[in-house]
């Protein structure tokens, strides 16, 4: 261990690593953000943190038993002359529940605006950290899978892990509170969802698309809709002011 500590490329492997797992972490976050927002105000905070809580278990087991997860990525079956191993099939199920899961709250946002027939429906406590748990799952293996080609000591990996998460929780409530009091953002994080479904699916077909393309996608369309923000606000303010002027 202490060899470590003065090892200067086990220092530079933990920033990288640390930073690449905020980065794909980015889309665990929204997806617990717009899930939990389901449940009752009061107990929101909770279920986000736990959800997150729950991710930072499964990913230091899955580097735990890292020889398992490598095995994961062996063929098991062929078909249409491709190999499938377990990894791809967990990807395409993460993925079309993702799917399904984006266009659900698409639809429910839309009709809910379309169609106002009351407030929506709270979702059980227990039925949220269950779809929490098994996005993790996903979302933790297509990380770990990321981070072992990065580090060669497992310590590093976990620290790497242990600090994004921490960065996760903190960012997790602004984060949530932010994507659920404007509607035109939560449905952009919801857009972001579906690409995410997509590419792992894709990634579970064998079709790699690059993670650059997908981020520069999101930071483009985040930016856009930041202008459009301000420029809201601002109209909004010279209405306010006009209002009182008159």
């Known amino acids: 261990m202490l060899d470590l500590l003065a090892d200067p490329n086990a220092w530079i492997s933990l920033a990288t690593i640390t930073l690449l797992e905020i980065v794909l972490g ?39 038993v890292i020889t398992w997860i490598i095995g994961l990525t062996q063929p098991v079956f062929s078909l249409f002359d491709m190999d499938f191993s ?8 993460g993925g079309l529940f993702l799917l399904a899961k984006a266009v659900t709250e698409i639809h429910a946002m839309v009709e809910g605006e379309v169609h106002a027939s009351g407030p929506r429906q709270s979702a059980s406590f227990a039925g949220v950290i269950a779809q929490i748990v098994a996005l993790d799952v996903v979302f933790s293996l297509d990380s770990v899978l990321t981070a072992v080609g990065m580090a060669e000591h497992v310590e590093v ?37 579906l690409l995410i479904g997509v590419t792992l699916v894709a990634d579970g077909a064998h079709f790699h698309i690059p993670r650059g393309y997908l981020y520069f996608a999101v930071v483009f369309a985040v930016l856009v809709e930041a202008m459009n923000l301000v ?9 306010a002011a006009k209002a009182e002027a008159d």
Do not use: C, Y
């Open 231 to 239: 420029v809201r606000r601002r109209a909004a303010r010279r209405r």
């Open 26 to 64: 980015i889309d665990n976050v929204i997806f617990i953000s717009i899930v939990s927002s389901r449940l009752p105000p009061e107990r929101q905070p909770l279920a986000r943190r736990l959800g997150l809580m729950v991710a930072l278990g499964v990913r230091i087991v899955l580097l735990l």
């Open 157 to 193: 990996m976990i620290a790497a892990v242990v600090i994004a998460m921490g960065v996760m929780l903190i960012a997790a409530e602004p984060l949530s509170a932010f994507v659920n009091r404007h509607a035109t953002v939560k449905m952009l994080a919801l857009a972001f969802l």
């Open 86 to 93: 377990w990894r791809d099939l967990i990807l395409i199920v």
